[in-house]
């Protein structure tokens, strides 16, 4: 199943050097809001630097984004 926030931030205490690397997102977490646009946890790597922010489901899925989805095994 598609992880969740808590799991998205579980997943960046433990390994934060991985998460720096590419932006991972929790499709298990998706917000719609009041505009019906749906939003999901992710935190955005590259640089060296880490950013937890709610994306837009069409956000940087071009040929130059490197996205990660946190998958749990039930």
Not at 5 to 12: A, H, K
Not at 28 to 40: A, L
Not at 43 to 72: A, T
């Amino acid at each position: 199943r598609p992880g969740n926030l808590r799991e998205l931030l579980v997943l960046g205490t433990s390994q934060p050097e991985l998460l720096k690397l590419f932006t991972t997102a929790a499709l298990g977490s998706v917000h719609t809001n009041r505009d019906g646009n749906q939003r999901f946890a992710c935190i955005g790597g590259g640089g060296g630097l880490r950013n937890l922010l709610y994306g837009m489901s069409d956000l940087g899925f071009g040929s130059k984004s490197q996205w990660h989805f946190i998958i749990v095994s039930r």
